[in-house]
């Protein structure tokens, strides 16, 4: 009964019916900041989400950690005050999004630069 209720609410983008945007940036940064991780091997294979105040950084990092860049500000997209699907950057850059929950993150389609799935991983 409880799987029949989770599959009745969510809608067929995957997104629960009701996200907020406030709720989509909570589930990239966590309290503070997230990592997110990802087996394709081109682009970033690691990225940071970070809260800062009414926004969120993005870190783009490479596989041996060597090289780290920010990849810019963002919020996330909404219409009539729940999430649309799109993480916007304050360069005029977007990222759009699949699927997002505490531990995936799926983008839709090639976006330059980043995996399409990534995996939540746990900072030690």
Known sequence: ???LCIILSC?????????YGYQVERLL????EKMWTTDEEDGWR???FESLSDSVNVMGIF??????ISLGM???SVKSLHFSDTLLFSN????????????TLLFKGEILGL???YNWYEIE
């Open 1 to 3: 009964m409880f799987t």
């Open 11 to 19: 809608e067929d983008d995957g997104f629960p019916l009701g996200l």
């Open 29 to 32: 940064h966590g309290d503070a």
């Open 46 to 48: 690691y990225l940071l």
């Open 63 to 68: 596989i041996d950690f060597s090289d780290t």
């Open 74 to 76: 963002m919020k996330a």
């Open 92 to 103: 005029g850059d977007f990222w759009v999004v699949e699927e997002v929950s505490s531990h």
């Open 115 to 117: 995996g399409k799935h």
